[in-house]
């Protein structure tokens, strides 16, 4: 059988306490994967470590435990590999939006001439509706502005995994969701493997194709992954209009509202076992459809 592009494996963090003898275990035994060209969201309350686990697959924080690999090879060190947009623009105030991506692609391609890696920005700059604002200093856009060249900026590196810590949590209804179209178009068009945080349901349902339920921290686990079975490409007009799109939604505001503080206490209390997680789940069949992840 073909390996998981993705594989995570046990995956566990912990963080000493001063002045008490054990630590804070803020995720363990963390198991789940992904396929090439899956977009793949990740839901649970604040403290639960989503954005500790992004890091770790980004390379920029070391797990206590546990393994990441990556189409075969084990994740240890941040690399191009794998492009992060992060909450914030993190753009470079002092350059223009355009050579915030060619300083980029530079890094990714270092043997490119000027002219190709130029081309290249601009490609990805029109690709975001930005090709106006290519000179401009950050200063001089908005929020959502910023927030696309980010977008631009990661996909002209052409990362084999694109890892995206709430990109639109900060930005107005109307921004948010044009840039959520944005981001459908270009990923359907490129079959970009995504792994993405999110607060927002709504979201996770319009973007992915699984999304993972986090329960509730410390000691949080993935304890299921919600097979999104609704056909590809999708319109935000027309999706509320898909028999599984309230199955869905339904089910995933149970689980945060009840569900994840409920698994939570059972854990703690030993009367359920983490070592059959995550389960799969489709809501839009019975029950009965649970079934343990492959690992």
């Avoid at 396929?35 to 920029?60: P, Q, R, W, Y």
């Avoid at 949080?220 to 599984?244: F, T």
């Avoid at 698994?263 to 839009?284: G, H, M, Y």
């Amino acid at each position: 059988m073909q390996p998981k592009f993705l594989h995570i494996k046990k995956l566990s963090k912990s963080f000493p306490i001063k002045g008490q003898k054990d630590p804070l275990v803020v995720f363990e035994n963390v198991n789940f994967s992904m396929d090439k060209g899956e977009f793949v969201c990740i839901i649970g309350h604040s403290g639960c470590g989503k954005s500790t686990i992004l890091n770790a697959l980004a390379g920029l924080d070391v797990p206590t435990s546990g393994t990441i690999e990556m189409k075969g090879l084990m994740i240890t060190d941040p690399s191009l590999d794998r492009g992060v947009i992060f909450q914030n623009h993190s753009l470079l105030p002092w350059l223009s939006a355009q050579k915030n991506i060619t300083m980029a692609i530079a890094c990714r391609y270092p043997k490119m001439d000027r002219k190709n890696i130029e081309e290249k920005a601009r490609y990805f700059m029109e690709m975001v509706g930005l090709h106006d604002a290519m000179d401009k200093k950050p200063s001089e856009l908005s929020g959502g502005m910023k927030q696309r060249v980010g977008i631009a900026r990661a996909f002209a590196i052409e990362p084999k995994l694109l890892l995206m810590d709430e990109p639109f949590g900060a930005l107005d209804a109307l921004t948010r969701g044009k840039l959520q179209d944005q981001l459908i178009e270009i990923c359907d068009r490129t079959q970009q493997s995504t792994f993405m945080i999110t607060h927002d349901i709504d979201e996770a349902i319009m973007l992915s194709d699984k999304i993972l339920l986090m329960s509730n921290g410390p000691q949080a686990r993935v304890v299921e992954a919600i097979s999104v079975n609704i056909p590809k490409p999708r319109n935000r007009a027309e999706i509320v209009k898909h028999p599984a799109y309230y199955k869905i939604r339904n089910y995933l505001v149970d689980f945060l509202v009840n569900r994840s503080e409920e698994i939570k206490a059972q854990l703690i209390n030993n009367t359920i076992s983490d070592k059959d997680f995550p389960l799969v789940i489709d809501p839009f069949k019975s029950s009965s459809s649970k079934k343990k992840v492959q690992q």
